[in-house]
């Protein structure tokens, strides 16, 4: 049985992404496109489509023509837009960084998207640096968002932005279709390693027009909050793509720090804030947030990772705003569910209705039954990736034949049309909203020599965060402890991809075949002491 939209379906011009949102600008252009958060510095729509043309001008300069691809590297900032929607413009791709990755995990991302130009900022130089030392990556240039630094050791040329921007040629003339690749996220997906996600200008631009249908009230006179980072899809489409699709100004800032975001919106007047469920716990219990007028709020909006009903309500009584919550991954661009601004009558523990264009089926994963009570979530609809780069066998794996997307996800709905996430089929840990695949972890675990086997599950910390524990087995006569281990993969990673629990028994439960058997583990962690 398929569950469809209770709103009617959209129609997804055959257009590109910057086309569509800065083709017309009209009376937008000197209305405040991107606020600074930290400095306050605005830019206008104008200013904004301006600096998009330079730098896809810039591109072309370079000789880097349609289909090529640029990693970008930062974190929020007033010129992220800029150098996102300037490559798309020139017919570019941008595979969007983690702006926590290692040297080695940076590394991996250029090599496997095939990244031509990386773009960054100065702080982030000395990790970019060692990266782009190791061998077989196409990168030839690095252009430095906020200046370059004159130094004899870098492996590549450095380029300022501004010397980018200052150039007077013309933007190239570029033919760009819906199934033009537009942005190269990367993402675990249901398990393993991170793949790039090949999402086109119709897969961007249709989850705008759905979320733009489902009666979001984003307007020019919103003012959004963009403190989760563009790299991953949730602040790209949700938070800077929406808001200059719906002419509203968007405050970035580069990090969550609590001050500082408290200080943002009561300076700034945000009314609509996006969020991931750690914040939350801030917004309800630090005794900070009573120091600040922030009574600007209207709406909350949390996704990223499920957000607990009664955390969400404790929000909104102290905020005296509305909270909503959705449902999304990269694979999905990423919104396919959510609570419209219209919907404080469903239940907050849900995820809302599926978006227009959506089509849903709940099928159990072990007989492949279909229209059953709780199964997995399976999702169709324009918003649907292409497929993983370079990877048919995980593409295969995660979309059908029949153009559904498997995510992973057990879900139950109710007869109105309302999902509920319920259970977890795929091994992937959400660590505050960021993706931990296990294998990773259990593959670096095993490089030690002391470690004999290892395995990795989510459990739930004191807060009801989900955090990365590992089953380790260690060589005979090896001693280590738990800090031992933590550390060994902390010094090896990005900080929320770590290890934060650490048990030792003598043997890793196992199928016939040799697969971790990780419901043995969870059934360990819930038996009593």
């Not at 040297?103 to 990266?131: C, H, I, M, N, W």
């Not at 240039?141 to 501004?162: C, Q």
């Not at 609509?272 to 922030?294: E, F, N």
């Not at 005979?476 to 929320?496: C, K, N, T, W, Y």
Request: glycine share 8%; aromatic share 6%.
């Amino acid at each position: 049985m398929i569950v469809r939209s209770p709103y009617d379906d959209i129609d997804v011009p055959d257009m590109g992404l910057p086309e569509f949102l800065f083709g017309d600008l009209g009376d937008a252009a000197d209305r405040v496109a991107i606020i600074d958060g930290p400095s306050g510095a605005r830019t206008t729509f104008g200013e904004l489509a301006g600096a998009v043309d330079r730098f896809a001008a810039g591109m072309g300069e370079r000789g880097l023509r349609q289909g090529d691809v640029i990693a970008l590297f930062a974190p929020n900032n007033p010129y992220y837009p800029v150098v996102f929607h300037g490559a798309l413009a020139a017919g570019l791709a941008v595979s969007t960084v983690n702006a926590l990755y290692t040297p080695d995990e940076l590394a991996y991302q250029l090599r496997d998207s095939g990244s031509k130009v990386l773009v960054t900022v100065s702080a982030f130089l000395d990790r970019a640096r060692a990266a782009l030392r190791e061998e077989g990556l196409a990168v030839t240039e690095v252009i430095v968002i906020d200046g370059a630094r004159d130094e004899a050791s870098t492996p590549l040329p450095e380029t300022a932005l501004a010397d980018i921007l200052s150039t007077t040629a013309e933007r190239p003339s570029v033919a760009l279709s819906g199934d033009d690749v537009a942005a190269l996220p990367y993402s675990s997906g249901t398990t393993g390693r991170a793949k790039g996600v090949v999402l086109t200008h119709r897969n961007l631009l249709a989850n705008l027009l759905q979320i733009e249908k489902m009666g979001t009230h984003v307007s020019p006179d919103t003012t959004i909050l963009a403190v989760l980072p563009f790299f991953h899809i949730y602040g790209m489409t949700v938070m800077m793509n929406q808001g200059l699709h719906a002419r509203a100004a968007v405050v970035t800032m580069p990090k969550f720090d609590l001050a500082e975001f408290l200080r943002v919106i009561s300076e700034h007047r945000v009314d609509r804030v996006y969020i991931a469920p750690p914040i939350a716990v801030a917004l309800a219990k630090h005794p900070m947030v009573d120091q600040y007028d922030i009574d600007c709020v209207d709406i909350v909006f949390s996704g990223a990772a499920a957000l607990d009903a009664e955390l969400g309500a404790a929000v909104g009584r102290r905020l005296n705003c509305t909270v909503l919550q959705g449902y999304g991954m990269t694979e999905l661009s990423p919104v396919s569910h959510c609570m419209p601004d219209d919907g404080t009558e469903m239940d907050l523990g849900s995820i809302g209705v599926a978006l227009p264009s959506v089509e849903c089926k709940l099928v159990d994963p072990d007989t492949g039954q279909e229209g059953v009570e709780r199964g997995e979530l399976w999702v169709r609809g324009p918003n649907v990736m292409r497929e993983y780069l370079n990877n048919p066998e995980a593409t295969a794996a995660t979309l059908d034949a029949d153009g559904f997307l498997h995510t992973g996800d057990v879900a139950t709905v109710t007869d109105e049309g309302v999902f509920y996430i319920v259970d977890r089929v795929k091994e992937l840990i959400k660590y505050k909203g960021y993706q931990v695949p296990p294998a990773e972890l259990e593959a670096l675990l095993l490089t030690h020599e002391g470690i004999a086997d290892a395995a990795v599950i989510g459990v739930k910390d004191a807060e009801g965060e989900e955090i990365p524990k590992a089953f380790v087995v260690l060589q005979q006569g090896a001693e280590l402890s738990d800090d031992d281990v933590m550390a060994f993969v902390g010094e090896r990673i990005a900080p929320h991809k770590k290890v934060r629990v650490v048990e030792f028994i003598e043997q890793i439960p196992k199928s016939a075949s040799g697969k971790i058997l990780r419901k043995d583990l969870r059934a360990r962690e819930q038996a009593p002491a």
